[in-house]
């Protein structure tokens, strides 16, 4: 069973839908919640980190966390052609130690 | 955020030679970075975990002699691929973890070309 486990999709929602990318984790100790956006071609940068069970939100990205579950999720709220990337969801099982990666979900907004 | 960068972007070598990457912290004290190799479609593979002034531990898989991990300063790392391959090309990209933070910050990547 893999660490980190993401839909690959390609998840496709019209410009201004919700988009929900989802994420489940083996590791139930696990602490600490990531999720990337990855554009074709360069390196992921962070979108949002989580550490606690509920929702928190950052302009129009809310990531939602359920520790009993082992599930994080991420909506994007108004989504825009600019949010197309691959996002890649990673978890630290244990505080200093490596990150686990899913293989990510390929997002496309169409206009 | 904290930003990180590498040095070069793209490179392009003869097969047989050996390719230095550079990782750097530009505003921030690095005690930990990370070498990932990602090849085209795929999800990124963590290759070593790099530890200033200690030796480097590597993943399953990945040969220490191969892929030379110097972590000589607390923002600075350095990737050697000593004698690359056509088959070593990819796009290598580190990251960063400020002391005391979980977060990686990722670098811009460097991709290698090997002919």
């Known amino acids: 069973q893999k660490e980190v486990e993401q839909n690959s999709g390609p998840l496709s929602v019209p410009e201004g839908a919700i988009a929900s990318l989802n994420c489940t984790y083996s590791?139930?100790?696990?602490?600490?919640f990531f999720w990337y956006r990855q554009y074709s071609g360069k390196s992921p940068e962070l979108i949002m980190s989580?550490?606690?069970?509920g929702d928190k939100e950052d302009g129009r990205f809310t990531a939602q966390l359920n520790k009993a579950s082992q599930y994080v999720s991420l909506l994007i709220r108004d989504s825009q052609p600019s949010d197309s990337a691959t996002y890649l969801c990673?978890?630290?099982?244990?505080?200093?130690?490596?990150?686990?990666f899913g293989t990510g979900t390929s997002l496309t907004v169409i206009p | 955020g904290a930003v990180v960068s590498q040095h070069p972007s793209w490179v392009i070598c003869k097969s047989g030679t050996s390719v230095k990457i550079e990782c750097r912290s530009l505003?921030?004290?690095?005690?930990?970075m990370f070498w990932y190799r990602q090849f085209p479609k795929q999800s990124l593979m963590l290759m070593a975990t790099?530890?200033?002034?200690?030796?480097?531990?590597?993943e399953q898989g990945v040969e220490k002699d191969k892929f030379l991990i110097n972590h000589a300063s607390l923002t600075l790392s350095t990737l050697t691929v000593t004698s690359a391959h056509p088959e070593d090309s990819s796009f290598y990209i580190c990251?960063?973890?400020?002391?005391?933070?979980?977060?990686?910050?990722f670098g811009p990547g460097t991709r290698l070309l090997v002919l």
């Open positions: 790099s530890n200033e002034g200690s030796k480097a531990t590597y």
């Open positions: 505003d921030f004290q690095a005690t930990t």
């Open positions: 989580i550490y606690s069970n």
């Open positions: 990251s960063a973890r400020e002391p005391g933070q979980e977060t990686q910050y």
């Open positions: 990673a978890v630290n099982p244990t505080a200093g130690n490596q990150f686990y």
């Open positions: 590791d139930r100790v696990s602490q600490s």
